[in-house]
């Protein structure tokens, strides 16, 4: 695959092709067809199941590289026995395995799986695309759901608060594993994505993206304003992009100021109601997360 450094050395080869019966504005969609862009046709798709199975309902195959769906719990470990599988043919060889899996099947329900996996540091690109919630089963509350959000299981209160829990540090709890790559990247933000996807695929052992996935369903929001809203995340901090190579951290997006996070929350339906209370709190917890973060001291950071 060229190495991608500007727009110009994106493939126009599709590995995806359209038509598939996903949400309008799914940006779980994008986030595979850019990955297979940067990675290319040497690529095996392992999806655990969530928003992204009815992208491939029978008969239609809309992807033109191998896709291998398993159970919601254990795209990892599928993705250690085709490793082992291509090993045992002598046909592993510039193959790259790719888990392209939802929050609820990486942070909650497959997260034995993946923990396994890392932990012997199996071959494999794990991608976890973020939206936030179960979204495929109702928009339910998962541990990747933010602090003041209001899901089907953590609704407004009637006093302005919502879900009362921070979201689980995944990033930070695979870079504790001692897995070699591990980044966070946006869809909004195509160009580092593809560069982290081809980074992971050129490092031996297991990798990690947390791919920030805005829901237009689940979030409420247009459909025409996803990338818009990934934007506005990046921008007012509440989803920083960075990578930890081998243990060193690099923050790939240093704006001069952050956007204030209000920005962020009054797009979408899912803050709608929130107090100034819990706005001011988000706010606080940017804040605070933000100054290490400048100072390269990742370890010290509190993640919203």
């Known amino acids: 695959m060229r190495t991608i450094k500007t727009i110009r050395d994106v493939p126009t080869e599709e590995l995806v092709a359209g038509g598939a019966p996903l949400?309008?504005?799914?940006?779980?969609?994008?986030?595979?067809?850019?990955?297979l862009k940067a990675l290319g046709r040497n690529t095996i798709v392992i999806?655990?199941?969530?928003?992204?199975t009815l992208f491939t309902t029978f008969p239609f195959m809309p992807t033109k590289v191998p896709w291998l769906h398993v159970a919601i719990e254990n795209a990892a470990a599928a993705a250690t026995g085709v490793r082992a599988a291509l090993e045992q043919l002598g046909r592993n060889r510039g193959v790259n395995v790719l888990c392209f899996a939802g929050d609820g099947a990486t942070y909650d329900i497959g997260f034995q799986a993946l923990s396994g996996a890392v932990s012997r540091r199996d071959d494999f690109i794990y991608v976890c695309y973020n939206n936030n919630s179960f979204s495929n089963t109702g928009v339910q509350m998962s541990s990747a759901t933010p602090y003041g959000t209001c899901t089907t299981?953590?609704?407004l209160d009637g006093q302005g608060s919502a879900n009362m829990l921070m979201r689980k540090p995944?990033?930070?709890i695979i870079a504790a594993h001692g897995a070699p790559y591990v980044a966070q990247a946006c869809i909004s933000d195509a160009m580092d994505y593809m560069r982290k996807l081809q980074k992971a695929a050129s490092i031996p052992g297991p990798k990690f993206?947390?791919?920030?996935?805005p829901c237009p369903t689940g979030w409420g929001f247009d459909p025409s304003k996803t990338i818009k809203i990934g934007e506005l995340a990046i921008r007012t901090g509440a989803w920083p992009l960075y990578e930890i190579e081998n243990g060193r951290f690099t923050l790939n997006y240093r704006p001069t100021k952050l956007l204030p996070v209000r920005e962020y929350l009054k797009s979408q339906r899912r803050f709608r109601g929130i107090s100034d209370g819990v706005v001011r709190d988000i706010q606080g917890f940017i804040n605070k997360e933000w100054k290490p973060l400048l100072q390269g001291s990742y370890w010290d950071a509190a993640e919203y």
Request: a positive charge; glycine letters at 14%; proline letters at 7%.
């Open 23 to 35: 949400c309008a504005g799914c940006p779980g969609a994008l986030g595979l067809k850019l990955a």
């Open 47 to 52: 999806n655990a199941s969530g928003c992204m």
């Open 153 to 155: 299981t953590t609704p």
């Open 170 to 172: 995944m990033a930070r």
């Open 209 to 213: 993206i947390d791919l920030l996935a």
